[in-house]
């Protein structure tokens, strides 16, 4: 069974500073994607990373995909208030779905 | 399009009695997943559906739990036999792909009393 562990879960950060989320799975995906949720709110897709090496980059965020070491990151860059949110990666499994970490809760203070 | 909907927001419930939620999906995504999630957890895997064939199912579903979706359109999720451990956030979500990110709806609050 397919386990998805992220680190940290909490991260309270000051805004202008940099930071990265790690996201560690135990079997073989080729997909992983990355999605914020805002409090009382749903799911959004962040980034949909597809091959070992990826890289994809929305304003501050940067994610990447390391399949061999089955992990994957999410830099924070230069942090705003804006980014307050919980993020959550989530592993492709079994050619169908998607399978969530427990989320990292980001506070990004000034 | 909007987006995807579910229908109802909130339900409340008795313990016991039966429930059935409703997830409209963007409509040429032919991709739909329903995902449960609790307070401060991720959403964790229900059941997909590929068109109108329910292709997978979580081993941790009960039988209480069952899920349709004819005609490849709107999908139903129907919880029997309620108990407070039920309580939580159904998700909805479609895509077009494995490639692609999959959007969420607002989710139905279920509240088991």
């Known amino acids: 069974e397919l386990k998805v562990e992220q680190n940290p879960l909490f991260l309270s950060m000051q805004e202008g500073k940099n930071y990265t989320i790690y996201c560690n799975y135990s079997?073989?995906?080729?997909?992983l994607y990355w999605y914020r949720q805002d409090p009382g709110k749903s799911l959004e897709s962040l980034f949909v990373l597809l091959s070992n090496g990826a890289v994809k980059q929305e304003g501050r965020l940067m994610a990447s995909l390391d399949t061999k070491a089955r992990l994957s990151t999410l830099h924070i860059t230069a942090a705003v208030h804006d980014l307050s949110a919980t993020y959550f990666c989530a592993v492709g499994y079994n050619n169908n779905d998607m399978r969530f970490g427990a989320g990292t809760r980001l506070t990004v203070k000034p | 399009d909007t987006g995807v909907s579910q229908d109802p927001r909130h339900k409340i419930t008795k313990r016991g009695q039966n429930v059935t939620f409703r997830c409209d999906p963007i409509s040429e995504h032919n991709r739909l997943y329903w995902y449960r999630q609790t307070l401060g957890q991720g959403p964790e895997f229900l059941t997909y559906f590929q068109n109108e064939a329910q292709l997978e199912k979580s081993r941790l579903l009960s039988d209480r739990f069952s899920a349709e979706r004819p005609k490849g359109s709107f999908s139903t999720l129907e919880i029997q036999r309620t108990e407070q451990g039920d309580s939580a956030m159904y998700l909805c979500?479609?895509?077009?792909?494995w490639g692609m990110g999959a959007f969420f709806g607002q989710g139905t609050r279920l509240t088991v009393v």
């Open positions: 079997t073989t995906s080729d997909r």
């Open positions: 979500a479609s895509s077009l792909g």
